[in-house]
């Protein structure tokens, strides 16, 4: 065999591997969908890659903190309706899920813009019913399968991302360059079952990017993590 394809070999079975976990930690997630709260897929290994994160260790913990805070806020308005997911990056929050009625909609907003530290809202819940068991292990997957599409394009940095997906909806978090926004949006769009795509990524310039975050410029190789969502379900 010569130098090129053992190349080719090792990259491919790192692929694979990649994959395999993601799949993985997509199947442990929806095996707990019927807990109060879920921790996303994207929890798996957020801990062990702090480093390659491009927000300060300060910023993922106050996203943590906020997120916490905002779930226990909100599971309390709610007193057993609604089914919410709160998910902060960089303290951009955002909401997702289904609530009973607009004035529920409006006071889980009230609620985080009163948390501390908190930067921006993007209010994505929807007034109706909430989603079935069947349909958020769906949204968990396509979160799964995107996440894997960034890790197969090398002109991403799959870490940069925070991906949510509600109702086949894709929000993507992040800070990235206009270049990294263009190509994620373009290939979260073409993943099977996603409905829209929604930009929600704080762009940087490439100097930025080559100074400040100059480690976050490559595809890491160990397996990606993200702040946690939390998930209200009742």
């Known amino acids: 065999m010569t ?16 994959r395999a976990g993601l799949l993985l930690a997509t199947m442990l997630a929806a095996s707990q969908l019927q807990g109060c709260f879920v921790l996303g897929a994207a929890a798996v290994g957020g801990t062990a890659l702090v480093a390659t994160d491009r927000r300060t260790a300060g910023s993922q913990l106050e996203d ?3 997120q916490l805070t905002a779930s226990g806020r909100i599971s309390d308005m709610l007193a057993g309706r609604g089914n919410v ?10 909401l997702t899920g289904q609530v009973p009625s607009a004035a529920d909609k409006q006071q889980a907003q009230n609620i985080v813009a009163g948390i501390a530290n908190v930067k921006s809202i993007a209010n994505e819940l929807v007034v109706g019913p909430s989603s079935s068991l069947d349909q958020q292990a769906r949204d968990t997957l396509i979160t799964t399968k995107v996440r894997a599409s960034f890790i197969d394009d090398r002109q991403l940095y799959a870490q940069a991302f925070q991906i949510t997906t509600s109702g086949g909806v894709v929000y993507l978090q992040g ?5 990294e926004a263009a190509e994620a949006t ?7 079952g ?3 795509v929604v930009d929600l ?5 490439p100097q930025q990017l080559q100074t400040q975050y100059k480690n976050t410029s490559q595809t890491p190789v160990t397996p990606p993590g993200s702040a ?3 998930n209200i379900q009742h």
């Open 3 to 18: 130098q090129r394809s053992k190349r080719q070999s090792v990259a491919h079975r790192s692929g694979a591997a990649r």
């Open 64 to 66: 943590k903190n906020i």
């Open 85 to 94: 997911s709160v998910d902060s990056y960089n303290q951009q929050v955002l």
């Open 175 to 179: 800070l990235v360059t206009k270049d």
């Open 186 to 192: 373009s290939v979260a769009s073409n993943v099977s």
């Open 194 to 196: 996603v409905k829209k």
């Open 201 to 205: 990524l704080a762009i940087i310039t």
């Open 228 to 230: 946690p969502s939390v």
